[in-house]
C-alpha cells in the first residue's frame, strides 16, 4: 500500500461541473506534486509545492487549480475541463524539494477522471 | 534540457528469461536516477535510484541497474523475470538544482507464464 492517499480513486464529472482531487501524506514530507498520466504514457508534472507554497506552474490551464492548505494536504481544484483533461492524476510526496539524494517521490495510487 | 529515452517500448519475455531495459539521459550535470514500476491498476513505486558511488545499483525484487556515465546509460536488468514482473517500467533522472522528475516514454513488459 502506498503511504500517499488520494481521493477519490475515480471521478466522471461534466465539462460545467466544479470538483476537487485530495491527496493526503502523513510522512512529513513538505514538497508535494501533481501529475496527469495518459493510458501508457509517463507521468507529465503540472504542480510542485514547497513548503506548502507553490514552487512549479508547468503552464497548466488556469481551469487547474491548486492548493496547499497544510504540509499534508494538497488539493486540485477543478473547473470547466474538456474531454482531453481525461486523465490518472498522480499526487506525490518527497521529504524535500530539489535535494533528491535518499528522497524519493512516493506516489499515490492515483484519480481516475473522465470528464463527459 | 534534460530528457530521457528508453529504447524498448513494448517487451515481451516467457518466464526466466533474462531482462535488460535500455535508458539513456541527456543532462550534463550532476544527475540521480531511478527506474520506477507500475503493475497494473497500481500506483508507481520505486525500484531502484542511483546518486552517487557503485555504478551497479540493486533494487528490490531482484532487480538491478547499472550507471554508464560515458554513455549516459541507466540500464535495468534482472536474469529471471517472473510472470509478476508484468507492469510498466519508467526511467527517471532528476537534475540536482530543481528536483523535478522527468520520465523516459516507458516499457510495457509482458511475461510469458
Known amino acids: 500500500d502506498t503511504e500517499v492517499t488520494q481521493t477519490p480513486k475515480h471521478l466522471v464529472m461534466g465539462m460545467t461541473n466544479k470538483k476537487s482531487l485530495k491527496c493526503e501524506q502523513h510522512?512529513?514530507?513538505?514538497?508535494m506534486y501533481w501529475y496527469k498520466q495518459k493510458a501508457k504514457k509517463p507521468p507529465e508534472l503540472m504542480f510542485v509545492?514547497?513548503?506548502?507554497?507553490?514552487?512549479i506552474n508547468e503552464s497548466v490551464p488556469s481551469r487547474f487549480s491548486p492548493e496547499c492548505p497544510n504540509s499534508s494536504l494538497l488539493n486540485l481544484h477543478l473547473h470547466a475541463l474538456q474531454p482531453e483533461d481525461s486523465a490518472l492524476y498522480l499526487c506525490a510526496s518527497s521529504q524535500v524539494l530539489g535535494r533528491q539524494r535518499d528522497q524519493p517521490q512516493h506516489f499515490g495510487d492515483g484519480t481516475r477522471l473522465s470528464i463527459l | 534540457a534534460q530528457s530521457v529515452s528508453q529504447h524498448n517500448h513494448h517487451v515481451i519475455l516467457s518466464e526466466a528469461a533474462s531482462l535488460e531495459l535500455g535508458c539513456n539521459y541527456s543532462?550534463?550535470?550532476?544527475?540521480?536516477l531511478f527506474w520506477y514500476v507500475q503493475y497494473p491498476g497500481q500506483h508507481l513505486q520505486l525500484l531502484l535510484k542511483y546518486f552517487s558511488g557503485d555504478p551497479l545499483v540493486k533494487g528490490i525484487k531482484g532487480f538491478e541497474a547499472e550507471f554508464i556515465k560515458s554513455k549516459f546509460s541507466f540500464n535495468l536488468r534482472k536474469p529471471s523475470v517472473q510472470w509478476s514482473d508484468t507492469a510498466e517500467y519508467f526511467c527517471?533522472?532528476?537534475?540536482?538544482?530543481?528536483?523535478?522528475?522527468?520520465f523516459g516514454q516507458g516499457t510495457t513488459l509482458q511475461v510469458k507464464p
Open positions: 543532462y550534463g550535470g550532476t544527475v540521480n
Open positions: 509545492y514547497s513548503y506548502e507554497k507553490l514552487s
Open positions: 527517471a533522472v532528476t537534475s540536482s538544482n530543481t528536483g523535478k522528475l522527468i
Open positions: 510522512m512529513g514530507h513538505r514538497a
